[in-house]
């Protein structure tokens, strides 16, 4: 399916068609702005070669497997300031060029390896503020130069 998606995303940018923005959001050259805008969800139709997004501020309970499926470009997520209390595993499979990833000020109680094995290149996480965070697996992030685990319960890492 990664590989369709790919391939999707290719034909799609080169006929010009990956470029629109989602209601409620601003766009701007690669980048999409969803912070503050009080979503309850997380927005659909996405520009497909965007290297930064932001969906800080929101209320987003959930992130659907597969939503980051065609944004393989992206190297900087923002969810901090959300209700975000569980990520599927793999979510982030796509996102192999991810530098910059924000999960702080959640709901999360758990991040598993699986959650951030392809981003190998990660040199900035944050979890802080993650009350419940209990458990995190990270995978060997030898690039990883920020992590803030602040305010949290983390009770155990592997």
Do not use: K
């Amino acid at each position: 399916m990664y590989v369709s998606s790919m391939l999707l995303s290719m034909v799609l940018v080169s006929r010009g068609l990956a470029w629109s923005c989602p209601a409620l959001c601003i766009c701007r050259r690669r980048s999409v702005d969803c912070s503050r805008r009080e979503l309850v969800s997380a927005p659909t139709g996405l520009p497909l070669d965007i290297s930064n997004l932001s969906m800080a501020h929101n209320r987003v309970r959930t992130l659907p497997t597969g939503y980051f499926s065609c944004l393989a470009e992206l190297l900087a997520l923002d969810l901090r300031n959300n209700s975000l209390a569980e990520l599927p595993d793999g979510l982030f499979r796509p996102l192999t060029r991810l530098l910059h990833l924000d999960l702080s000020h959640n709901n999360l109680s758990r991040v598993g390896r699986e959650l951030l094995e392809a981003s190998r290149d990660l040199a900035s996480l944050s979890l802080s503020h993650n009350p419940g965070l209990s458990v995190i697996g990270l995978t060997p992030l030898s690039r990883l130069q920020y992590l803030d685990l602040s305010h949290s319960g983390l009770t155990y890492v592997s």
